[in-house]
T-cell receptor, first 115, second 114 residues
Framework: NAGVTQTPKFRILKIGQSMTLQCTQDMNHNYMYWYRQDPGMGLKLIYYSVGAGITDKGEVPNGYNVSRSTTEDFPLRLELAAPSQTSVYFC??????????????FGQGTRLTVV | AQTVTQSQPEMSVQEAETVTLSCTYDTSESDYYLFWYKQPPSRQMILVIRQEAYKQQNATENRFSVNFQKAAKSFSLKISDSQLGDAAMYFCAYRQTSGSRLTFGEGTQLTVNP
């Protein structure tokens, strides 16, 4: 059972370049999340989705875009990379019915460096 | 907006001893989930324990237990018989039952001394 899979695991970008971080889950979870974690800090929510076709901004959405065309996939797009986007990025998923649900399951993270 | 506060950036414990990590949260909701996650140096986020707010009984998982005080909005994690493998960053997290946002605290770095 793969769970939540993120690719790539590591990436170095030059300032101004763009890239997409891929995330896919095989647990049929309706909720998906993107977080960033700066060194020694907690997780900040970038974007989240409650189902295919529905996305919403989190705490730190500037400089990022997302889409959710399928239940399984939730890619994160970085446009015009900046050094401030150097961080570790986590994708997560969970299931909720509104009255019950599961904990969030996490991918292994992507370490992104912008130089 | 809900907030989660972990007031102890760092904690240390001797192997085989007991340690308690603190977490408080702010919410006006009555139905929610609380979680403790462990993040070892490998960076993987691992669920340690979860608590449903409607349950009065404190959750336990082997050596890990919580002290859930709903009125005080407090959710502390107790680790008994600490082991070297418990050394990690620990995060407290909150999610409203009917909501979608999962909010994390800033984390507590736990060191286990042999």
């Amino acid at each position: 059972n793969a769970g939540v899979t993120q690719t790539p695991k590591f990436r170095i970008l030059k300032i101004g370049q763009s890239m997409t971080l891929q995330c896919t889950q095989d647990m049929n979870h309706n909720y998906m999340y993107w977080y960033r974690q700066d060194p020694g800090m907690g997780l900040k929510l970038i974007y989240y989705s409650v189902g295919a076709g529905i996305t919403d901004k989190g705490e730190v959405p500037n400089g990022y875009n997302v889409s959710r065309s399928t239940t399984e996939d939730f890619p994160l797009r970085l446009e015009l990379a900046a050094p401030s986007q150097t961080s570790v990025y986590f994708c997560a998923s969970s299931y909720s019915t509104g009255t019950s649900g599961t904990e969030a399951f996490f991918g292994q993270g992507t370490r992104l460096t912008v130089v | 907006a809900q907030t989660v506060t972990q007031s102890q950036p760092e904690m240390s414990v001797q192997e085989a001893e007991t340690v308690t990590l603190s977490c408080t949260y702010d919410t006006s909701e009555s139905d929610y989930y609380l979680f403790w996650y462990k993040q070892p140096p490998s960076r993987q986020m691992i669920l340690v324990i979860r608590q449903e707010a409607y349950k009065q009984q404190n959750a336990t998982e082997n050596r890990f237990s919580v002290n859930f005080q709903k009125a005080a909005k407090s959710f502390s994690l107790k680790i008994s018989d600490s082991q070297l493998g418990d050394a990690a960053m620990y995060f407290c997290a909150y999610r409203q039952t009917s909501g979608s946002r999962l909010t994390f605290g800033e984390g507590t770095q736990l060191t286990v001394n042999p």
